[in-house]
């Protein structure tokens, strides 16, 4: 099987802008979740979303979004970029009932100047 | 709330040394536990979890933890290092989510093992 993969690998956006995020999850993995990760903070959730709904939210402002489609691919959206948005933003998914444990894709590099 | 603390940011290990990363954490209900490692510019790979059962637990390349209830720890043991292991190792718990699932993970801080001929 293929391994979670994320789109792009790296990305440069400037203060203000937008960004969506892609990621495609293990085939047959209905659960993506998303987190952030920077040298100050380390590893954050995000958000988690299954079967097209967010079950999961983590505590971060309403400019991050995210959503999910019917084939279990995910996007996470970042509105009015800052400066402390630039992060490796890591997907993950799992599968099974309880969605256990969490498979990790490569990451999005992103650096907002 | 739950939270993870790794007690060491930085770990130097001579070559063939045995190594100690340490984990603790806090929650108020079951919970399940993950180390995962990272190489640098790649994302998480799931080295051990421990779910249930057998307290101690092993991974395929040498590492193992042992979950130990009473001192709320997980501590990462390997009693050989080579230059490989040289990375970024973070312990994780699974939090509460909805209908019972654990989609999101809790993480410390991280610890760097640098590993050195």
């Known amino acids: 099987k293929a391994g979670v993969t994320q789109t792009p690998r790296y990305l440069i956006k400037t203060r203000g802008q937008q960004v969506t995020l892609s990621c495609s999850p293990i085939?047959?993995?209905?659960?993506v979740s998303w987190y952030q990760q920077t040298p100050g903070q380390g590893l954050q959730f995000l958000f988690e979303?299954?079967?097209?709904?967010?079950?999961n939210k983590g505590n971060f402002p309403g400019r991050f979004s995210g959503r999910q489609f019917s084939n279990s691919r995910s996007e996470m959206n970042v509105s009015t970029l800052e400066l402390g948005d630039s992060a490796l933003y890591l997907c993950?998914?799992?599968?099974?009932?309880?969605?256990?444990?969490?498979?990790f894709g490569p990451g999005t590099r992103l650096t907002v100047t | 709330a739950q939270s993870v603390t790794q007690l060491d940011s930085q770990v130097p290990v001579f070559e063939e040394a045995p190594v100690e990363l340490r984990c603790n954490y806090s929650?108020?209900?079951?919970?399940?536990l993950f180390w995962y490692v990272q190489y640098p510019n790649q994302g998480l790979q799931l080295l051990l979890k421990?779910?249930?059962?057998?307290?101690l637990v092993e991974s395929i390349n040498g590492f193992e933890a042992e979950f130990n209830k009473s001192q709320t720890s997980f501590h990462l043991r390997k009693p050989s290092v080579h230059i490989s292991d040289t990375a970024e190792y973070f312990c994780?718990?699974?939090?509460?989510?909805?209908?019972?699932?654990?989609?999101?993970?809790?993480f410390g801080k991280g610890t760097k093992l640098s590993v050195k001929p």
């Open positions: 993950a998914s799992s599968g099974g009932n309880r969605r256990v444990q969490q498979y």
């Open positions: 085939s047959g993995h209905r659960s």
């Open positions: 979303y299954f079967s097209e709904t967010q079950r």
């Open positions: 929650s108020s209900v079951s919970v399940y």
């Open positions: 421990y779910l249930s059962g057998s307290t």
């Open positions: 994780a718990v699974s939090g509460p989510g909805d209908g019972g699932s654990q989609g999101n993970l809790i």
